[in-house]
């Protein structure tokens, strides 16, 4: 590192450049914030759901909610990994959410709208994240969004499919 643009590389005990992990903690707190926002729109629409879908969609959202509790587990858990402080405030959660708040939602096709429009937020979070991830050479994140959107990637297509 001889260049002088360049600038000296501190490294963390993961060996990872400290300020690259920050600024991919401040990312992972910004997707753990909207994570929570969906988690808590799938616990209204599953309480909330009416109609003959009623049977399948409620447990349905049951599996997603569940599994959106398991994810925010994992994301608060990679921040403190990376050496930072995950958000858990409501206030910091609505500060920093992007994804559509779903209120009163109890018609079918307006359930899983709202389920398919806050996955293509979180998608899009998830893409900057693994981007910044694979630059920082952080495998635990990169890992971790690999299968976030794997995962998720194929929720919304059977999401859409379900409205078609």
């Known amino acids: 590192m001889n260049n002088k643009n360049t600038y000296k590389m501190k490294l963390n005990s993961l060996g990872l450049d400290t300020k690259k992990t920050k600024d991919l903690a401040d990312d992972l ?4 914030a909207n994570f929570q926002i969906y988690y808590q ?5 599953h309480w909330n ?6 049977f399948d969609l409620h447990v349905k959202f049951e599996e997603l ?3 959106a509790n398991m994810k925010v587990d994992l994301i608060a858990e990679r921040i403190l990994t990376l050496g930072e402080t995950p958000l858990h405030t409501f206030e910091d959660y609505t500060a ?11 018609q079918d096709e307006k359930a899983v709208t709202l389920i398919v429009d806050s996955l293509t937020q979180l998608l899009k979070i998830e893409r900057q994240i693994l981007d910044k ?5 952080d495998e635990g994140t990169n890992s971790m969004m690999s299968d976030f959107i794997t995962e998720q990637e194929k929720t919304v297509w059977m999401m859409k499919a379900w409205l078609s």
């Open 96 to 106: 920093k959410g992007s994804v559509p708040v779903g209120k009163n939602i109890s």
């Open 29 to 32: 707190n910004q997707l753990l």
């Open 41 to 45: 729109n799938l616990r209204g629409i």
């Open 65 to 67: 909610y569940t599994d």
């Open 133 to 137: 991830s694979d630059d920082a050479n």
């Open 49 to 54: 759901i009416k109609g003959k879908r009623f």
